[in-house]
């Protein structure tokens, strides 16, 4: 199973990001996937979750109303929109895919908030 995220680089304050990561390997319409997120000096967190099917998402409170998690299960992808970005949310972001007890996950992408 390999996931590749991409759209990942520096913005600055204020500014908005698009990160994709695309899914092969496995059969993408079965995977709830998500983006989590590790801040240099800090635990890996989750930021969003949507569920196999798109019907299903899920929001960590430091993004909600931010951030927008989406798939196309035609395209193998899932997508992280984010909105009025801010250094706080500086970070290697990695998308996970996972069904039962199993979990994969990309190598990541960094982004970097900063004037």
């Known amino acids: 199973v390999r996931l590749v995220e991409s759209g990942g680089g520096l913005v600055q304050p204020g500014g908005s990001l698009a990160l994709s990561c695309a899914v092969s390997?496995?059969?993408?319409?079965?995977?709830?996937m998500s983006w989590f997120r590790q801040a240099p000096g800090k635990e890996r967190e989750v930021v969003a979750r949507?569920?196999?099917?798109?019907?299903?998402?899920y929001y960590a409170d430091s993004v909600k109303g931010r951030f927008t998690i989406s798939r196309d299960n035609a395209k193998n992808t899932v997508y992280l929109r984010m909105n009025s970005l801010s250094s706080e949310d500086t970070a290697v972001y990695y998308c996970?895919?996972?069904?039962?007890?199993?979990?994969?996950w990309g190598q990541g992408t960094q982004v970097t908030v900063s004037s």
């Open positions: 949507i569920s196999s099917d798109g019907t299903v998402t």
């Open positions: 996970n895919g996972r069904i039962q007890s199993y979990d994969f």
């Open positions: 390997g496995f059969t993408f319409s079965v995977l709830a």
